[in-house]
C-alpha cells in the first residue's frame, strides 16, 4: 500500500483538484504518516479529494482557521 500512496500523492501534486491548492506536504514519524496542509473553495471540493485517496490511504481532516491578533 505505501508503493500506491506514493504514486497517488504524486500525481495529486502534479494535478490537484479544481479548487484546491496544496500549500505543504511533511512526512512524519509516529502515529501519522504525512500531513497535507491544503486550501480549498469548500468542504465539497476536500470531501471529493478524500474519497479519491481511501483506495491508498486512511485519513483524518483538520479544518484550521487563522487566529486573530
Known amino acids: ?5 506514493g504514486k497517488f500523492g504524486d500525481e ?18 509516529g502515529r501519522y504518516d504525512a500531513i497535507w496542509i491544503y486550501e480549498a473553495e469548500d468542504a ?4 471529493e479529494f478524500l474519497h479519491e ?11 484550521a482557521f487563522a487566529r486573530d491578533k
Open 1 to 5: 500500500m505505501i508503493e500506491e500512496a
Open 53 to 63: 485517496s481511501r483506495a491508498v490511504s486512511t485519513t483524518e481532516t483538520w479544518v
Open 12 to 29: 495529486i501534486l502534479k494535478n490537484p483538484p479544481k479548487g484546491v491548492k496544496f500549500l505543504e506536504v511533511y512526512h512524519t514519524l
Open 44 to 47: 465539497k471540493v476536500i470531501e
